[in-house]
């Protein structure tokens, strides 16, 4: 439970000063003595000899609180985006509370910091990019950092054009690593390796045998090729 700190006695304004290492924060002295931090916005509509009531300083604590804990939702999203599910865990473990914790969000969501359309659309688009997933698993992760299910059929929806050229890039190396292989063990590995990064059999399929057509097309060139070396020799 996040401790309440006792609100200030009210008073005159007699400083308000920046903050030597948050320039956007302003501390506010009461009858000379430090009361309490507001965000400079709000310091901005104060002034010195102007007195503050229990109900005002209160108002403004919580706004100052609010401003901390917003700042801190702004430093989690700097490593990348976040699903609002994400952020919620991160400021319950701060000892949040949910009051405060649905206020920061929804100046989260009003600045267009957290969205989680835009969230799953990032995530589609980066495993899509450097570690390619079938359909399936992107279900799962984007299940797990608390995306509604209809906004994952969406976006995996409109990723379906990325999807197919990603298989085709997950089974490119793995399918020439197996090129030596019978047809049956062929098909037995790389459709195991592609159904364990996501893909399902439906897309796995074709995939497979395309690249079993391809990899024979090419042992065939080979074998055409040694047998006009032959001939050559043979001739000469």
């Known amino acids: 439970m996040r401790a309440v700190k006792p609100t200030p006695a ?4 007699t400083a308000m000063r ?5 320039q956007e924060r302003v501390n506010v002295y009461l009858d000379e003595h430090f009361a309490l931090a507001v965000p400079a916005l709000e ?5 010195v000899g102007q007195w503050l009531g229990d109900a005002e300083l209160a108002a403004l604590q919580g706004l100052g609180e609010q401003q901390l ?7 989690f999203l700097a490593f990348r985006p976040r699903s609002e599910a994400e952020m919620r865990r991160y400021l319950r473990g ?11 969000l929804d100046k989260l969501r009003s600045a267009g910091y957290v969205d989680d359309r ?12 450097f570690n390619p ?13 608390g995306i509604a299910e209809a906004l994952i059929a969406e976006v995996i929806a409109e990723s379906r054009p990325d999807a197919e050229e990603a298989i085709e890039r997950v089974a490119a190396a793995r399918a ?3 090129a030596g292989e019978e047809r049956a063990a062929f098909r037995r590995k790389l459709s195991s390796f592609l159904v364990r990064r996501g893909f399902t059999y439906e897309d796995i399929a074709p995939v497979v045998e395309q690249w079993w057509h391809t990899l024979e097309q090419e042992r065939e060139a080979n074998r055409e090729g040694n047998r006009e070396g032959n001939r050559e020799g043979e001739i000469e």
Do not use: C, M, P
């Not at 009210?10 to 304004?13: A, E, H, K, V, Y």
């Open 94 to 104: 701060k000892g949040v509370d949910d009051e405060q914790a649905a206020a920061v």
């Open 18 to 22: 920046f903050q030597e290492h948050n």
């Open 133 to 145: 997933r079938g359909a399936f698993a992107l279900r799962q992760e984007l299940r797990l950092k």
């Open 176 to 178: 020439r690593r197996l």
């Open 10 to 13: 009210s008073g005159r304004i």
């Open 43 to 47: 310091a901005a509509r104060l002034k």
């Open 118 to 129: 835009a969230f799953a659309r990032w995530w589609v688009e980066n495993r899509t990019q």
């Open 69 to 75: 804990v917003y700042d801190k939702a702004v430093g």
